[in-house]
């Protein structure tokens, strides 16, 4: 069973910072990306970041230049830094993960519970 355990949302002003992180446990052998997407209310959920793991970072281009993704590997855990944040930054965000459970299995992608992100004005 993999679990993907997120923390450090909550109410910021804006300009305010936020720090977010997901720590992956449970039964794996690998992981392919760790990162994060975010809903919106009335919205589709969409992508925010995402970690290689050869260390490779994408941004969606509106968190580019106010998002960094970084990552412990001996915890398996991601951590997203959100600086300059915004009202509509106001969203529920999920971890992702696509990992592989097994040596010779594909690897699939799970998800966190999500974190509640408020920006006030």
């Known amino acids: 069973q993999v679990q993907l355990v997120e923390s450090g949302g909550g109410l910021v002003q804006a300009g305010g910072p936020l720090r977010l992180s997901c720590a992956a446990s449970?039964?794996?052998?690998?992981?392919?990306?760790m990162g994060w997407y975010r809903q919106a209310p009335g919205k589709e959920r969409e992508f925010v970041a995402t970690?290689?793991?050869?260390?490779?970072?994408d941004y969606a281009d509106s968190v580019k230049g106010r998002f960094t993704l970084s990552r412990d590997n001996a915890k398996n855990t991601v951590y997203l830094q959100m600086n300059s944040l915004q009202p509509e930054d106001t969203a529920v965000y999920y971890c992702?993960?696509?990992?592989?459970?097994?040596?010779?299995?594909?690897?699939?992608?799970?998800w966190g519970q999500g974190t509640q992100v408020t920006v006030s004005l």
């Open positions: 992702n993960a696509v990992l592989r459970t097994t040596m010779t299995g594909r690897a699939y992608p799970y």
């Open positions: 449970g039964r794996f052998v690998s992981i392919n990306t």
């Open positions: 970690l290689t793991s050869g260390g490779n970072t």
